[in-house]
């Protein structure tokens, strides 16, 4: 019943909108509540535009989370609030919403006027004639429903590209993560190595080892001191990056970073082919916004076949003075569909369904092939992960341990002992990318599963975010 109501109340507003020229049958926000629903729905975010909500609210909100350590959440959410582009993009819903109004406005009355003037006898003659376009009038509904499927197609639209940007900020943040952590091996390495040269060099003014030792303790830590130049400068511009994405500049770059990278989840709690596929298919956003595409494609054709049929009509009335003998009556002005008949547009609007219809399946064969090639990247990182984690560290460490006991009973030199913990060094990074890697693989999949497909198909469909889209 209160559906039923709604429905009935926005019928009345759409009917004195016709009459009166008012907007009302286009939502105030321009359909900005239905993004911000999806979004909260499908990822958990919180989208807002500056245009409704205020500079002083959303940058408000945006110093609360800045107070406090940043995780890959908090950087999402800020990120939302902050990015100029994204902000950039929701007015795509206001170029949808004013399309919608212009279309949903009836035709304005059009006056024209004529005097004659007769200089023997001083008197004039005038008229004033006012009409408006019946035709226009006639198809108002017609041309207002394709408005408002372009207005649900750009709010789908922009929902999907709040997915997309929020899936790109997540990577820049796990790639912020993994140059962190990687920074930290490096430093602690040459604070190893400073350590073990300054003892070398005692021991060898004491005379306990050799020239050629001393050298090799030496390279190990000038090979340290540029592994951790070269990470801290790659650390550094991370960090820019993510903050390019979070929209930060000046005092608010100064944020601290909340967590390191998470270990992965168990291989046997990540669903199966068929579950997966179907979840993709049935929430995808991509083939709902195709949809919506298909249906004001369809509304176009509609109406320009009408209004092609249809002779253009045009009516109003005409008052005026002849002869001292005022006058008042209609005016009807017609144009005959003789040569033109909107084959154009028909057949325009009739190609578009069908380039539609064949992208909404090839969209559809590209989502499950993304769906499976998504899965097995994350059950290979798990896998991966586990390896390095159970493996390959513990074997490392293995090494250090028996090759420092050598080292000790002087079985092993001092080059065999470095090389170990270079190879350990190397190892724990090679486990830090590996991290990272799962942590992007599932956060692609995630993306797939809240609507999105990854890459987009399409490069009209790609945002025009460019600070990080790339293949490591």
Excluded at 19 to 40: E, I, K, N, W, Y
Excluded at 137 to 151: E, I, K, W, Y
Excluded at 252 to 268: C, I, K, M, V, Y
Excluded at 322 to 351: C, H, K, M, N, T
Aim: hydrophobic share 45%; with cysteine.
């Amino acid at each position: 019943m209160l559906r039923t109501t709604g429905s009935m109340s926005r019928a009345a507003l759409c009917g004195m909108a016709v009459l009166t020229g008012a907007a009302a049958c286009a939502p105030r926000d321009a359909g900005f509540g239905s993004v911000q629903v999806l979004a909260r729905q499908r990822a958990g975010l919180d989208p807002e535009w500056r245009e409704l909500s205020g500079d002083d609210t959303v940058d408000q909100s945006a110093a609360e989370l800045l107070a406090q350590p940043v995780g890959p959440d908090e950087a999402v959410d800020i990120a939302l609030l902050k990015n100029a582009d994204l902000q950039a993009r929701f007015e795509d819903l206001g170029i949808a919403r004013a399309q919608l109004v212009d279309a949903s406005l009836p035709p304005n009355v059009e006056l024209a006027g004529d005097i004659a003037s007769f200089a023997d006898d001083r008197r004039s003659d005038f008229g004033v004639t006012a009409m408006t376009d019946l035709s226009r009038l006639l198809f108002l509904h017609l041309r207002r429903a394709a408005a408002s499927a372009g207005l649900e197609a750009a709010r789908i639209e922009t929902g999907g590209a709040v997915l997309d940007f929020a899936y790109m900020v997540r990577n820049a943040f796990y790639d912020y993560q993994a140059a962190d952590q990687s920074f930290e091996l490096d430093r602690t390495v040459l604070e190893a190595a400073a350590a073990s040269w300054d003892a070398a060099q005692r021991l060898y003014d004491a005379g306990n080892i050799t020239a050629l030792e001393l050298a090799h303790e030496r390279a190990f830590y000038e090979e340290a001191r540029s592994d951790a130049a070269l990470a801290e400068a790659a650390l550094l511009g991370r960090r820019e990056e993510l903050n390019a994405w979070m929209g930060l500049s000046g005092t608010d770059t100064n944020w601290e970073l909340a967590s390191r990278l998470g270990e992965p989840q168990p291989e046997e709690e990540i669903p199966g082919v068929e579950a997966l596929e179907a979840r993709a298919i049935g929430d995808s956003l991509d083939l709902l916004g195709l949809e919506y595409r298909y249906t004001a494609a369809a509304r176009r054709a509609n109406l320009a076949r009408a209004e092609g049929l249809l002779p253009s009509l045009r009516a109003g009335a005409r008052v005026g003075r002849e002869e001292d003998v005022r006058q008042i009556g209609p005016v009807v002005s017609l144009e005959l569909p003789l040569f033109s008949q909107g084959q154009g547009r028909v057949e325009e609007a009739r190609a578009e369904m069908r380039q539609l219809e064949q992208r909404y399946g090839a969209r559809a064969v590209r989502i499950r092939a993304a769906v499976r090639a998504a899965r097995n990247d994350l059950v290979v990182a798990v896998r991966r992960v586990g390896h390095y984690r159970d493996v390959l560290l513990p074997l490392r460490e293995q090494i250090i341990d028996e090759t420092q006991r050598q080292y000790n009973a002087m079985q092993a030199g001092v080059f065999e002992l470095l090389l170990a913990r270079r190879e350990q060094v190397r190892t724990a990074q090679e486990y830090v990318a590996a991290l990272r890697t799962y942590w992007q693989a599932r956060s692609r999949l995630d993306r797939i599963l809240a609507g999105r497909l990854v890459p987009a198909p399409d490069a009209a469909d790609m945002p025009e975010w460019g600070y990080l889209e790339r293949e490591d």
